[in-house]
């Protein structure tokens, strides 16, 4: 990249041409007040003497009064000398001087203010991190161009004024906006659209632009790939959480919902996201208590999975599985909390089913081994009995008790095998009576 004149620069070579200049003139300026002098007629020449003051004052501002002040001492020995010390004319010499000095402090003065609005509006123009560009509007060729202009289009600075203005643009309506605005109103005011680079690639820039005297027009761009790049994959991942089967929500640190999907109202039962946007996740959730210790993980592991019971819009209680984590920026600070959501209420309904068949069954297991001991006790009353009773019938009853106590037994070898069932079903399934503590059901914490 071809390097910039540095803020303020002036050409070296204009300088020594001007002080070749400036000497010249003031010689002959002098030569020629000299001759005035000698031939008595000096009305017009002393006027001579504001061009090299003029032009000094200009290029030399600073040395500007010392050198008005040093032409003006020669002229004035000159009039002494030449006139042999005539009243009236070293009269009219002192002013004479005096107004080249004023007029040397007048346009040094108006240079230097000059020349600091140049060296401020001209490092704006070089260090700005927006691209500054001049263009010619009747030809639309680039003039000049800042390095940031350049960098954004991968062109150097002494490239671009060889490619017209027009050329660069991407998309032809909103070039041919971008000229009716300028020509209609004077200037343009962030416009996005799209410049090709040298590559051939594609950048997205917001354009600025306004008028200037000799048939300019300055313009700006800001490159903003970076941030539409942003905005398309925001919208994408905007449009994945709200169109996903998962239920979503966003908190703030306060848990305070900011943010719901279409999946989350439709398993609350919400009519829309306003009527839950705004409300603290405290509202929604059936046991109080769970929140302090939800908010107590995400402070200490910045994360939070577990079962927990929440209210629909009808205030019916359902179970869910949330599981939600803190998100923090570059700097790893916490800035809000994703969460989502599973509704479980029909699988806590299938394990409470499950619990109560359990029950049951080791209900009735013990009833059928109190049976067995309530169907022993009379028999043995009746075998007892029936002994001392001599006879056939007695040895019929006998053997009808021994039937019924061998029945009996199988009874209990099936209890036996009950149990062994039961303790099969706990063991793989995860079911029993004491697997639920009642208490925490009823708070809606598993």
């Known amino acids: 990249m071809t390097k910039e004149p540095k803020s303020g620069e002036r050409e070296e070579s204009l300088v020594g041409l001007w002080l070749f200049i400036v000497v010249n003139t003031t010689i002959l300026a002098l030569l020629i007040n000299i001759l005035s002098l000698a031939s008595g007629n000096n009305a017009v020449a002393p006027h001579l003497l504001y061009i090299p003051i003029v032009i000094a004052a200009y290029w030399y501002p600073r040395r500007a009064l010392y050198y008005a002040s040093g032409v003006s001492a020669i002229y004035i020995i000159l009039v002494y000398l030449i006139t042999d010390g005539a009243a009236s004319e070293l009269a009219a010499a002192v002013v004479t001087c005096f107004v080249l000095i004023g007029v040397a402090a007048v346009v040094s003065s108006l240079v230097n203010h000059m020349r600091q609005n140049e060296l401020k509006y001209r490092g704006v123009f ?9 263009v010619r509007h009747s030809s639309l060729t680039i003039a000049e161009v800042n390095r940031r202009f350049a960098d954004i289009l991968g062109y150097t600075a002494a490239d671009l004024p060889k490619i017209p203005f027009s050329a660069i643009w991407t998309n032809n309506d909103d070039r041919d906006r971008f000229f009716r605005l300028l020509r209609e109103n004077g200037s343009v005011e962030n416009l996005e659209t799209r410049f090709a680079t040298q590559s051939g690639k594609k950048r997205w820039v917001l354009v ?27 919208i994408i991942k905007d449009h994945a959480i709200s169109s996903s089967i998962n239920a979503i929500a966003i908190l703030d640190l306060d848990f305070v919902i900011t943010y719901v999907n279409g999946s989350l109202l439709r398993m609350t039962v919400y009519p829309d996201d306003k009527e839950l946007i705004g409300r603290n996740m405290r509202e929604i959730v059936a046991a109080k208590s769970g929140i302090e210790g939800i908010q107590d993980a995400f402070r200490k592991h910045g994360s939070w999975l577990g079962e927990i019971l929440l209210y629909r819009s009808n ?38 089913a499950k619990r109560r068949a359990l029950e049951q069954i080791e209900k009735n297991i013990e009833q059928f081994a109190v049976l067995g001991d309530h169907i022993r006790n009379p ?28 029945i009996i037994t199988q009874l209990d070898r099936g209890w036996i095998e009950s149990e062994k069932v039961r303790e099969f079903i706990k063991r793989y399934y995860m079911m029993g009576a004491g697997d639920l503590d009642p208490d925490e059901v009823q708070k809606g914490l598993v």
Do not use: H
């Open 315 to 352: 205030r019916t209680p359902f179970y869910v599985l949330l599981w939600g984590n803190l998100v923090k920026d570059e700097n790893g600070s916490p800035i809000c909390i994703m969460t989502s959501f599973i509704d479980i209420t029909d699988r806590k309904q299938m394990e409470e």
């Open 379 to 406: 028999l043995a009353v009746i075998v007892g009995l029936t002994s001392l009773m001599p006879g056939d019938i007695t040895e019929k009853v006998l053997l009808q008790a021994k039937e019924i106590d061998r």
């Open 208 to 234: 600025s632009a306004g008028m200037l005297p000799e048939d300019q027009f300055v313009c700006t761009i800001v490159d903003i790939t970076a941030r539409k790049k942003a905005e398309e994959d925001l």
């Open 126 to 134: 070089t260090y700005s991190e927006a691209g500054i560009g001049l």
